[in-house]
């Protein structure tokens, strides 16, 4: 799938109208913006003008049959559009697991260390009047590093 394609199909199915409007072409098989809009709370107008989207992005393919024009799912750029979608989801479950692992090993890592012995500013570091938060020494003595 080329990358331009791809930012329409997601164009498409980012709207929920237009999802719930594929379930229904999915339901038929095949049907008319004036089937579509009796079943779905759109007008009509609304229908057509999903169904453009829809088109364009390759997910339905229109059919001239007399006055009418008849939609119909094209399964094998649905079968697509999912594996791009899975694929996707995919990638963000490992980098979401990624940060839950890095996160987990900090909060072991500041469950373990004792204290006031983080060696910097901190949430658990407090001035000599009870303030949290207050930057200690830093490296050179004062606080807020060497002496100039």
């Not at 001239?64 to 119909?72: F, I, Q």
Request: proline fraction near 8%; hydrophobic fraction near 35%; glycine fraction near 12%.
């Amino acid at each position: 799938m080329i990358e331009g394609s791809e930012e329409q199909l997601w164009a498409a199915v980012a709207e929920p109208g237009r999802r719930r409007l594929l379930d229904s072409l999915v339901t038929h098989g095949e049907a008319t913006p004036t089937t579509l809009a009796a079943e779905l709370p759109f007008s009509r107008q609304a229908v057509s003008k999903h169904l453009a989207v829809l088109v364009d992005a390759g997910l339905v393919t229109p059919r001239r049959e007399g006055r009418e024009v008849r939609y119909t799912i094209q399964p094998d750029r649905l079968h697509a559009a999912a594996a791009a979608m899975l694929t996707t989801a995919n990638r963000w479950n490992a980098r979401l697991q990624a940060i839950k692992r890095i996160a987990e090993a900090l909060h072991r890592a500041d469950q373990a260390t004792p204290e006031g012995s983080h060696g910097g500013a901190g949430p658990d570091r407090r001035s000599a009047n009870g303030e949290a938060g207050i930057p200690g020494p830093g490296p050179g003595g004062g606080p807020s590093g060497p002496s100039a």
